[in-house]
């Protein structure tokens, strides 16, 4: 069985060396504790979200607290295949399991979009909390699928300022790919062959709401830039489309080789 994962400060890893020790403390210092009752010998490693993992020995617990000699520390480098997706707000829990979901398949950034067909609205105190809700199930997904780097919510975009930035992205050479059922072009026939091993790919999905992206939008972030594409010739949900968009771009480009 794997040894558990938990999430400390950049801060608590940086400026330790193999055979010094951290304090696993706070809520993830609980669960360790308190919820999953680890015990001294067991092994467990720590992560930072910053591509830092430190393989541990926990050599003391106390009530909310693990003391863990680390024995091995590893900078893992950034995923090659860098994918954000701007994901709409969509009603229940559909736009939590797209993030989610992206999370465990590789996303490196996650922007929530006010669309225009959007029925959920973030507005005043609710943006706060649905914005915290949404990097907190980032970091589950992300202990979930044990990794090192993990993703960051951006704030809240409008079409107006979403547009703005698909100017900018395409101009850093990015691409950038629009889900839309009424695209003519294939996602595989759009972005261009793998390359060489670990090339680094920056791509941005765009996924809308349950109505669909409009006329008016879909108009904006093509003129801006943006490639209107397909993933086949079934419509997914609002929560489905961009997990199955990353799962494919990373088998196209190599990233689960």
């Known amino acids: 069985m794997s040894a558990p994962v938990f999430v400390v400060d950049h801060d608590q890893v940086s400026a330790v060396a ?41 050599m ?25 997706l701007v994901q709409a707000l969509a009603k229940s829990d559909r736009s939590e399991f797209a993030i989610q ?23 005043g105190d609710r943006a706060a909390k649905s914005h915290e809700k949404w990097q907190q199930a980032v970091l589950a997904a992300s202990k979930q699928a044990r990794r090192a780097w993990h993703p960051q919510v951006q704030p809240l975009v409008t079409t107006t300022s979403l547009t703005e930035s698909i100017v900018q992205a395409c101009q850093a050479q990015d691409t950038v790919l629009v889900l839309h059922e009424s695209a003519t ?9 793998a390359g060489d091993p670990g090339e680094e790919r920056r791509v941005w999905l765009v996924v809308g709401p349950e109505g ?16 209107a594409v397909r993933l086949g010739p079934h419509v997914l949900r609002t929560s489905t489309a961009g997990p199955a968009a990353i799962a494919a771009l990373q088998m196209l480009w190599g990233g689960w080789k």
């Open 185 to 193: 072009t294939g996602l595989s026939e759009t972005v261009a062959p």
């Open 101 to 123: 979901a992206a999370t465990e398949l590789g996303v490196m950034a996650v922007v929530p979009w006010q669309a225009q067909r959007s029925i959920v609205q973030w507005r």
């Open 18 to 58: 193999a055979g010094g020790t951290v304090r696993l403390a706070g809520d993830e210092g609980r669960h360790a504790s308190v919820v999953q009752r680890l015990t001294v010998g067991e092994e467990v490693e720590l992560v930072d979200g910053q591509g830092t993992r430190a393989r541990c020995v926990i």
């Open 212 to 227: 669909g992206i409009s006329d008016d939008e879909l108009h904006r972030f093509t003129q801006a830039g943006a490639k």
């Open 60 to 84: 003391a617990v106390g009530k909310g607290w693990l003391d863990c000699r680390v024995d091995e520390l590893v900078q893992e480098p950034p995923e090659p295949i860098r994918v954000t």
